[in-house]
């Protein structure tokens, strides 16, 4: 076996599960569950048996023991081998492999290609129980979210899962089917599960809640919240208010004068954005804000069927729909088709989203763009941050959406 510089890693010994115990003051089958990831363990008893793990030098197995100063492992024949030998290979220093092997940023591509080039070639592979035992990380982050069965949240997944597996990282998806009771205890459960770090995408939990998870020193980062947070939340979210503007913009720009909308659930941050954006838009075209014009919705197609009958029931219907979320916008489809309306030669309808039923709906939906994939990679970049300890340039990031003009929006025809 290799030695450590100092001739004292051959006299590592292999510690039994009562060793740990007694040095963390626990229970045997304690120590057990922490380093099987079993999450029926406080995040303070954890935190104690892990560092008495670490401090003991102690692992629980051999194979991670070897590689436990290292983080290495050579895979032929199972035995040790050091950062030192990799180094060597590599012609770069011992700090630089670990830097690469940790993916620290301050490497250059063309020296973490080297180093990687030859852990790969010497047949050495990173042993990830080791470094999670070492390190304190898993490698895991946990992605809690309402559903997995929209367009939007699965474009934010996508963007998660590609920054993490860039990362060498995983996520854990933790669907809470719009139950906010079920989020919460997602949410007390993952303090004190094994992972490094939470993504909460449009959460129902309030400044209250999302504090004492804070309080747990739990890294988090929250995807379009629905209620305003604190400064000291970290945030990732797309501009809504310009994103409605542009929307209502694009319809007056047709010289369409009336203009209805179909909002978001109410405390939604998001919906109030939007129509404050409608709003902006209907005043610096100097048109009248018809309240009946204001029709409330969920972001889901029902609402929007709802929403457009009431709004083409009216006396002088509008022209123009802005539904602010593409599903919402099928929905009006829908009903317009069930009318007798053509759109857009008598209706014109603009979405938000841009997801994949604006792209295959008949016709083909104009739309507000959200930036999806990037807002979930921006959101682990946040995260990252946090879990490193690095400095942060901002607490909010507001990523820009764009208009896509596709074939539901025209000028009027006359229709009164």
């Not at 030192?84 to 063309?110: E, I, K, Y």
Request: glycine share 8%.
């Amino acid at each position: 076996m290799a030695g450590d510089g100092n001739g004292t890693a051959s006299m590592v010994k292999h510690a039994s599960i009562r060793d740990i115990a007694e040095r963390a003051g626990v229970s045997m089958a304690t120590v057990s569950r922490v380093l099987n990831g079993h999450p029926d363990v406080s995040a303070k008893t954890r935190a104690v048996v892990l560092q008495q793990v670490r401090q003991a030098g102690y692992v629980s197995n051999r194979v991670a023991r070897a590689a436990y100063d290292t983080g290495l492992v050579r895979a032929s024949r199972g035995k040790r081998a050091a950062i030192r030998d990799v180094a060597a290979l590599a012609g770069v220093s011992v700090a630089t492999v670990s830097r690469v092997l940790n993916d620290r940023p301050d490497v250059s591509d063309a020296t973490r290609d080297l180093v990687l080039q030859k852990v790969q070639a010497a047949g050495y592979f990173v042993n990830r129980t080791a470094r999670a035992l070492a390190s304190g990380r898993t490698g895991l982050i946990a992605v809690v979210l309402p559903s997995t069965d929209s367009g939007y949240y699965s474009g934010i997944v996508m963007g998660v899962n590609e920054a993490l597996y860039e990362r060498d990282c995983r996520m854990v998806l933790c669907p809470t089917h719009h139950q906010h009771d079920r989020e919460v205890s997602l949410v007390d459960r993952l303090m004190s599960v094994a992972t490094d770090g939470i993504l909460l995408i449009t959460p129902m939990e309030g400044q209250a809640e999302l504090r004492r998870l804070r309080g747990h020193m739990s890294p988090l980062v929250v995807i379009d919240p629905i209620l305003p947070l604190d400064e000291e939340i970290l945030v990732v979210s797309v501009a809504n208010w310009a994103g409605g503007r542009v929307a209502t913009e694009h319809l007056i720009d047709l010289h369409h004068t009336r203009i209805g909308i179909i909002t978001g659930p109410e405390p939604w941050c998001a919906s109030a954005d939007r129509l404050a954006g409608y709003r902006s838009a209907m005043v610096a075209a100097d048109l009248p804000l018809i309240p009946e014009y204001v029709q409330p919705g969920d972001f889901l197609l029902e609402s929007g069927e709802r929403a457009a009958e009431a709004l083409l029931a009216l006396p002088h219907p509008p022209t123009a729909i802005f539904a602010c979320s593409d599903a919402m916008a099928i929905g009006v489809l829908r009903v317009a088709r069930r009318r007798g309306l053509s759109v857009p030669e008598d209706l014109s309808v603009v979405g938000f989203d841009d997801v994949e039923i604006a792209r295959v709906a008949m016709p083909e939906l104009t739309t507000v763009r959200q930036p999806l994939r990037e807002v979930g990679r921006q959101a682990i970049s946040l995260l990252f941050r946090q879990i490193e300890g690095r400095p942060l340039s901002a607490h909010r990031v507001e990523l820009s959406a764009r208009l896509v003009v596709r074939a539901s929006t025209a000028p009027p025809c006359g229709r009164g």
